[in-house]
């Protein structure tokens, strides 16, 4: 509670007459709306204190365009709904130290003009959104210019059908010091999204069905993704423009479709992806223009492409990896990479251990020729399990020609690591 | 047939030969420079050439640093086409659009510009407001605060 929490910062001073201030002065009303009490929210916030609560009872309320301009509880029993009646905006905090929790939400409208969320929190700090439920808004909870917010146990169910008139679940624009927690956000845009965040975490959230990406990261250096679940979503996720960004123990799954992967990289660099799950994506992994990343010990599973480097990935590390039942374990686009593979298990290896440490004996290519031609005429494709294209990697075996020589394992593990 | 049928129909099909903008299907179109998908209707860049080959990006900034890579020599580029922001989804040739650039708006990249067509921006006082710059500077933008990060100035860094 806000209140406790001041409470205490005061106790700290040790100062009796401090304490007789803020105890004479901190009275907090509980206001009621509904069944007797305030008839909407707008009309209890108009009598409300600075930390106050306001609980709102059971009911379908028609407001939007609420804005919250001093910290107060604003709180919901099971079943009070705001309904934006799909116009505009419903709730605006602008004072720091709100707490909004229990509520459900509804409707807050489409717009080409304005990005008109459910919950928008704009240039407050320290602010709390858990517990909700929202239901076919156009963005859900829209962070803008804050810090050190929680926003957590929130259930975001949006109605998109096409990208164009839906907008992102989770939004964080400007922000740092963000949790963002055990989310369940399904078919927006993009499930949790953020441009130009610091040193904010996203956890434990399952993000899926989006039209678009699963979390979408753009400018957001020093971030940690970790033990999300990711499926589904018509692009997979994607991080860019970022550096120091960790990402670890997600699972990415079931991302199919031309443009889409598992997980897409584009400008990263100075980043940890480790002990994640790929499984069944159409592009599993994929690095363009990032360079100095840690990729260790992650799984990837039954997806079309496990690894797609492009020439401008760099100065990369694969180490401890498992690549297991891939169509394809690795292409890129050049017959040069300056990246590192070492230790991975590849369950492609054919290689032996006379010496009987672990790691094969005989250095492994995981690009195939076949899978370069791929990546230059995709239709290709289609010839993949023929005659002829087993013949040509049989030739490319003995007499490599297209295949990257650059791309090597030089110690395959003969057991997967992960 | 006459002869003025001949030439108009040999006139119709040249004109036909004319590479002509491809429209941008949002949300199955990938940007060919940043990879994301295309999504925001408001937003969005095309640039077609001579063989009338289209790139479709998610943005104006896109597009400037695709010129600027040099995939596409700039003699074989035929024409410049932007998503006008006040009819979404629409594209109008780069010469007969407005940019403006403005806090109010965030743009898939992040540089804050928005493509107009010319006028539309006086006439139509709900699109939001902010300081109209031309082409040039929109290219000098991208190239100067974007390519550094647009992160300066940013109230909480």
Redesign the interface.
Known sequence: MVRGRYGSAWYFSSCLAFVLVSHTSAVSERLLVGHGGFPTLQAALAKARAGDTVHILPGVYREREIDIWLPLVIEGSPGATLDGEGAGEILRVRASGTVIQGLTFRRSGVSFLRENAAIRVEGAHDCRIERNRLEGCFFGIYLSKSARCVVQYNVILGSAEREATSGNGIHLWYCRDILVRGNHVVRHRDGIYLEFVRHSTVEHNVSEGNLRYGIHFMFSDSCSYRFNLFQRNSAGVAVMYSRFILMENNRFEHNWGESAFGLLLKDISQSHVRRNVFLSNTTALYLEGSNHNLVDSNRFHANGRALRLMASATGNTFIANSFVANTIDATTNSTFSFNTFRANYWDRYRGYDIDRNGYGDVPFHPVSAFGILTERFPALLLFLRSFIAELWELAEQVFPVLTPMAIVDPTPLLKPPV | MSKQRVVVSILALLAACQPRPEPIR??ED?CVY????I????FGAELLTQQGRAYKFDALECMVEFERSGQVPTERIHSRWVVDFGQ??ELIALESAEFVFTPAV?SP??LNVYAVLRGRYEADS???RGRKISWQEVVELVQTQWRQ???QG????
């Open positions: 949002f949300g990938v940043c990879q994301m998908g999504s925001d209707p408001r979404p989804g965030h990249m992040g709900l699109l939001p990060g647009p992160l940013s109230p909480l860094q």
